[in-house]
């Protein structure tokens, strides 16, 4: 099945500093890639989608100059939390559209970050 | 925007059939997903059911849908300690790839 990985697992990081997260779709092409936050017992959060080549489409309220998405290639997006705050302290999840008959997104296992 | 719910917390004995329960807003959603999501992971489809089907069996998983009440349920048969989870509905419309995602239903099993 279509595999997708996500870089680190978990991440500490001080206040202020800038934080990188790796979504790869490791045996397939995604064209699109999500972006979601999850907060403890409570839904994900969409907060952009990712389009190869071009500008990430933010949800509102979403910050985009604090989240930068780049989704340089049609296997990798990546999410740069910047100067990061204690209260972006979350779970973070890519996911991977294949455009398919049934709208499937194949999830990463999550980042785990924390800002101190 | 529109809104899927679902309950937070559900516990089942062992060998007990759990059903989890989902209802939603949106009448044009065309796909009706489960996810299920292990500790400390991503998410994992489950089964899928097209919104012009009222039932969908996949060995143990039954989904049901009722669309006049915009109700869709997860039955598991036979659940084992391996079935512990958050399990998560979601909704899409076809030509649309975003999906929107319930609150989630943490399932307990009770040895």
């Known amino acids: 099945g279509a595999v997708v990985s996500q870089h680190p697992s978990r991440v500490i990081c001080k206040s202020g500093t800038s934080v990188k997260i790796e979504c790869r779709s490791l045996?397939?092409?995604?064209?699109?890639m999500f972006w979601y936050r999850q907060f403890p017992k409570k839904s994900l959060m969409l907060m952009a989608t990712?389009?190869?080549?071009?500008?990430?489409?933010?949800e509102q309220g979403v910050e985009k100059d604090k989240f930068l998405i780049n989704h340089a290639s049609l296997t990798l997006s990546t999410l740069t939390v910047t100067s990061a705050h204690p209260e972006d302290s979350s779970f973070y999840i890519c996911?991977?559209?294949?455009?398919?008959?049934?709208?499937?997104?194949?999830f990463g296992p999550g980042t785990r970050l924390t800002v101190l | 925007g529109e809104d899927v719910e679902q309950s937070l917390f559900l516990s089942v004995r062992e060998g007990d059939s759990s059903v989890i329960n989902c209802t939603y807003t949106d009448s044009s959603s065309t796909y009706l997903y489960w996810y299920k999501q292990e500790p400390g992971a991503g998410l994992q489809l489950l089964t899928y059911i097209f919104s012009n089907m009222d039932m969908k069996q996949d060995q143990r998983l039954t989904v049901l849908l009722n669309k006049k009440d915009k109700h869709l349920s997860l039955r598991i048969a036979d659940t084992q300690t391996g079935d512990s989870a958050i399990y998560f509905c979601?909704?899409?419309?076809?030509?649309?790839?975003?999906?929107?995602f319930g609150t989630g239903t943490r399932l307990t099993i009770i040895p």
């Open positions: 996911s991977a559209g294949t455009s398919g008959n049934y709208n499937e997104q194949f």
């Open positions: 990712s389009n190869e080549g071009s500008k990430a489409t933010y």
């Open positions: 979601a909704e899409g419309i076809f030509g649309n790839e975003k999906l929107t």
């Open positions: 045996d397939f092409q995604a064209t699109t």
